[in-house]
């Protein structure tokens, strides 16, 4: 694995973090269109997933969903991993394979792109979930 | 404020990590088309604006910009916020304005979205810059 390390104290009023941590070399955008009557079922199963691959993929940095406000059942997911390899490896998990069984017929519409990162600004924060 | 805190231990092989950060209670889409003969200028202004806005607000969680690997002119931004008045203050500041004006010109369309988080799940990550 070649991605950077980087040690740094964060700066702002609500943060006080000290790290060592990987820099994401790759993400991907996922938009799915989902059936109104089982979104409640695919947030569920949606928000088992990311948990344990957030959990227990060293290369998995961070999963974020979102659904669109005005669009309910429009639902984006913003991925970023240590490597390409490391998407592939999730890829072949348990969980993603049960999430994808799971889910198949809820997704109406899938669209997964390859995305390339310009600038990746953020503070550090906590593993784990947020609503 | 009402950002809930949390105190945790990051566990992959590559994180060390001890944190007390604020949760995202708002996220923002932006999904931008950029003039192909700008698109150095506009990554430029792009990659300054959202170092000072991570470095200086204490609302701004993270700002993740990329562009799709299949269409380089279009550029997506992932903007998570303490809450939605650290947006408005956001919108305010010195920084963003420059880039704006900067930009402007640059931008042939512009779709900017609120979403509502289903799972943001991270590993603690510092902050900068990752190219």
Redesign the interface.
Known sequence: ?N??????I????????????????Y?R?AELEIDPAQLDAF?AA??EG??A???SE?G???????????N?NR??V?E?Y?EAAAYATHLETAHFKKFRATTDNMVLSRNL???????????????????
């Open positions: 694995m991605a950077k390390r980087s040690a740094t964060g700066a702002s009023m609500l943060t006080f973090c000290l790290c060592s941590q990987a820099v994401a070399q993400v955008l947030k949606l928000t990311v948990q691959a957030v959990r060293p998995v940095l961070a999963l974020y969903a979102v659904y669109e406000k005005d309910p639902v984006r913003f970023m240590t792109l390859d995305a390339v990162p310009i600038v990746l600004g953020g503070k550090a924060r906590s593993p784990g979930t947020s609503r």
